[in-house]
């Protein structure tokens, strides 16, 4: 049994890994990088221990000074989260040397499905269907083309290290095959240090569904349903959900047996994931993630099961209490990502500060996240800042509840992906279901997402739109929120718009010295209780100049600019009308 488990990773899954290390009773220990030392996930762990001076973003890479933590810290398991070490054979065997658990497969399986070559011929000799291609390497453009007229164009040239859409060209005919390759094996090299490709048939317009996978140590391994991840940007996700609106109970029966059939061969153990693209009524095995992955929560909605303690659970030795027959799939689970990005300036990263930061709540609504109100994103890593998911008892539930949630969502500070997904929910051929890999190009567009550019948004803060604010009245009992645009004199006199006590903080922040109209107004109306100046002082601004009483409050009248009191116009105990002058100054 665990005592002591490290976190090496950051940001929201930092904190989901800490939360079940609680559940479970362990004591957590985090690392950070410099870049973090604010971060959530630091203060949220029992101990925690710097790893990085900059670069930053190589602190959680480094093995080395990790395992020195763990060993320091006295840890018993290592979870790596997603990213980062989470699918680096080469760190989950520094942690067995060093007696250490690695929480997540054996390095041998990881490696088993590390490439995707050798993925290929795990599933072929698993039985798994496969997008028809090549379990060898292809060395030439000339191999490429007679493959081409095997399978027929068009033809993708993939990188065996390969993931995230690095290293995919593809070629429609024979012509574009040289250019193809080369393209491939260029960016292969360049991005994974190895320039090994193949080749398969390219599906034109797929949609990328993926299986769960629970494996324990004693040779239990559970699907747990599939999730639809097809809404996606440059390889990006987006949206996720489970299960898929495409699925049938036959199918889906036959996706999980052979994900099993796969993760049995190569002895895996812990949660991983298998990537399918579904074309035609048809699935073929793509790839497998051997880490937990940022969208495991619509997994967890609709089956009810902990992933992330289960694989504490698992790595500690524990046996699955359950068997396929047991894994109910209940209801519909959504998943937005959202990224401080600009959907409007082709997701452009819009790191700042949150100066606002406001989460939905209510039946059905989880929200993941690292952050906080203030909390200021780091340029060095990705610009998720929360995941927010929903789920419902049927997919239109679960859309409706995600469409609420995003509206209830406040965040301000940064451009985010919520107006995206706002448009993206109430597309017609989103809502039937009909998202495939290419949907954004199909059904959005250049033009839809430039659409999202929106004019700025008026705020509290008057200030923030040409001296425009907000107001809420009531007319005939019903409360209404107002916006009217004040010509900037009369933005001058506050005390006729805004409570003496909201007044003074707000005049810090003006950019602007409000100009003399020479006259000192009541803020509403009310009696007169005091008045605090006589004629001939001398009046700061915010000196409180007198006091109206009005439904049993106290009001304080304070000045909004400086000057000598020329004369003041009524006494304690007068009724008093708004705007009516109670002082005037010397200009
Ligand atoms: C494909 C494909 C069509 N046919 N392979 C892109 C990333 C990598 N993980 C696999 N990818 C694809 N491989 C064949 N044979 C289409 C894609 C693809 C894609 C896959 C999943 C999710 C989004 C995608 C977007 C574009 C292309």
């Given at each position: 049994m665990f005592n002591r488990v490290l976190v090496a990773n950051r940001g929201e899954i930092a904190l989901r890994v800490m939360r079940a290390c609680r559940e479970l009773g362990f004591w957590t220990v985090a690392v950070y990088s410099e870049a973090d030392r604010d971060s959530l996930h630091v203060h949220y762990a029992d101990e925690a221990f710097l790893i990085g001076p900059?670069?930053?973003?190589d602190s959680y890479l480094r093995i080395d000074t990790i395992i020195a933590v763990a060993r320091q810290a006295h840890v018993d398991a290592i979870h790596p989260g997603?990213?980062?070490?989470?699918?680096?054979a080469a760190f989950a065997r520094a942690c067995v040397a060093a007696g250490?658990?690695?929480?997540?497969?054996s390095a041998t399986a990881m490696e088993r499905m590390g490439s995707k070559i050798a993925a290929r011929r795990e599933a072929t000799h698993a039985n798994v269907p496969l997008v028809?291609?090549?379990?060898a390497p292809v060395t030439s453009a000339e191999a490429a083309r007679l493959l081409g007229e095997q399978f027929g164009y068009p033809i993708a040239l993939k990188a065996a290290s390969g993931g995230g859409g690095r290293g995919l060209k593809v070629a429609h005919a024979p012509g574009e095959v040289e250019e193809a390759f080369q393209s491939s094996r260029r960016e292969a090299a360049a991005y994974f240090k190895d320039d090994t490709v193949y080749v398969e048939k390219y599906l034109m317009n797929p949609r990328h569904i993926e299986i769960q996978i629970l494996a324990d140590q004693h040779g239990t391994v559970l699907a747990l349903g599939e999730r639809d991840c097809s809404v996606q940007r440059r390889h990006q996700k987006l949206l996720e959900e489970a299960p898929s609106p495409v699925m049938t109970p036959e199918v889906r029966t036959s996706m999980q047996a052979a994900a099993v059939r796969l993760c049995e061969q190569v002895g895996y153990v812990g949660a991983g994931t298998l990537e399918f693209l579904w074309s035609d009524g048809q699935f073929y095995f793509l790839e497998m993630n051997t880490r937990i992955q940022v969208e495991h929560t619509v997994t967890e909605a609709i089956t009810g099961l902990d992933l992330v303690k289960w694989q504490l659970r698992i790595a500690q030795?524990?046996?699955?209490?359950?068997?396929?027959?047991d894994i109910v799939l209940r209801g519909h689970a959504i998943e937005c990502r959202i990224n401080a990005e600009d959907p409007a300036a082709n997701f452009a990263p819009s790191l700042g500060t949150l100066a606002s930061y406001a989460e939905p709540h209510g039946l059905g609504v989880r929200v993941d996240t690292g952050f906080k109100a203030g909390s200021t994103i780091p340029?060095?890593?990705?610009?998720?800042?929360a995941k927010l998911i929903t789920w419902g008892s049927d997919r239109p539930e679960a859309l409706a509840r995600m469409v609420r949630a995003l509206s209830d969502f406040e965040i301000s500070g940064v451009k985010t992906t919520i107006p995206f997904h706002q448009l993206l929910l109430r597309n017609p051929a989103f809502v039937r279901g009909e998202a495939t890999v290419r949907f954004i190009e199909d059904h959005i567009g250049e033009a839809g997402l430039h659409a999202l550019a929106t004019p700025p948004i008026m705020g509290d803060d008057f200030d923030e739109f040409n001296g425009a604010r907000r107001f809420a009245v009531e007319v005939n009992g019903k409360r209404f929120t107002v916006r009217v645009a004040v010509p900037e004199d009369l933005l001058a006199n506050d005390a006729v718009q805004r409570q003496p006590a909201s007044y003074v903080p707000h005049a810090a922040k003006r950019s602007k010295a409000p100009t003399a109209p020479g006259t000192l107004v009541a803020p509403l109306q009310g009696t007169v209780v005091t008045i605090r100046v006589a004629p001939g002082d001398m009046l700061q601004v915010g000196q409180v100049v007198a006091v109206v009483e009005a439904m049993k409050m106290e009001n304080e009248v304070v000045a909004t600019h400086a000057g000598r009191v020329k004369a003041v116009l009524v006494q304690p105990g007068q009724s008093v009308q708004a705007g009516m002058s109670l002082v005037t100054l010397e200009v």
């Open positions: 900059p670069p930053a973003v997603y990213g980062f070490l989470a699918e680096n250490i658990v690695f929480i997540g497969p028809p291609g090549t379990t030795g524990e046996p699955l209490p359950y068997t396929q027959h340029q060095f890593y990705d610009s998720l800042i």
